[in-house]
Structure formats: C-alpha cells, structure tokens
Nanobody, 128 residues
Framework: QVQLVESGGGLVQPGGSLRLSCTAS????????IGWFRRAPGKEREGVGC???????????NVVDSVKGRFTISRDSAKNAVSLQMISLRPEDTAVYYC??????????????????WGQGAQVTVSS
C-alpha cells in the first residue's frame, strides 16, 4: 500500500524558515513526479510546486509565482524523500501542506485531479 508522509511542519515567526519532507513506503519517489499543495484556513487547496521524476529533464522543479524565490523543491534519493524548503515565510503561508503523486506521471503538474495518493498533511503556521 502506498503511503506518503509529510514531516517538518511547525510554528515559525515571519521571516523564518522550515523544511518539509515527503517520504514514502513501498515505492521509489525518484520514479515519479511529486506535487506540493497547501490549504490555507478558509481557502481551497492550491498548488505550490512540483518536481519531475529524475528521468525527466533531470528532475527539474517548478514553484508558483507567489512563492518563487522563497520556496525550493528538491529530492534526496538516498532518503527516498522530496523536500520543500521554505524561507522568508509570511503569515499568508500558513496552511496545511501536502505532497502527492499518481504513480504514473514523470512530468510536473499542479492539476490536483491528476494525483491519486496524498499524504496526511503537515501544518505550517507563520505567526509572531
């Protein structure tokens, strides 16, 4: 059974940093595109960024404009993990963050409907 697990969430002051990690059991994350999404309080879930499989464009990653320059997605193959590094955090980044995969695609997408497997989410709270 495929299980994705996010970790690394927490409370941070504005301007601070956090690193979320998405790990998996029962599959190699390197083989598939992985998406990161978030759901802020009272809002719909939205895409944050995604990363290609390592076989597609050397695993290139993209993030949305609202987090560009602050968020970075990368892989740690040795740990079978995909990380979301977040710096210069703002109160509006407060949300539950999810990683997702469909176990098929190797190309990056922020279309939620494509993803079949989701983690349970990691709470990120940016507040002073």
């Amino acid at each position: 059974q495929v299980q994705l697990v996010e970790s690394g969430g927490g409370l941070v002051q504005p301007g601070g940093s956090l690193r979320l990690s998405c790990t998996a059991s029962g599959l190699s994350l390197d083989r598939f595109a992985i998406g990161w999404f978030r759901r802020a309080p009272g809002k719909e879930r939205e895409g944050v960024g995604c990363i290609n499989s390592i076989s597609n464009s050397d695993g290139a990653a993209n993030v949305v404009d609202s987090v560009k320059g602050r968020f970075t997605i990368s892989r740690d193959s040795a740990k079978n993990a995909v990380s979301l590094q977040m710096i210069s955090l703002r109160p509006e980044d407060t949300a539950v963050y999810y990683c997702a995969t469909d176990l098929v695609a190797i190309d990056c997408s922020l279309r939620e409907g494509r993803y079949d497997y989701w983690g349970q989410g990691a709470q990120v709270t940016v507040s002073s």
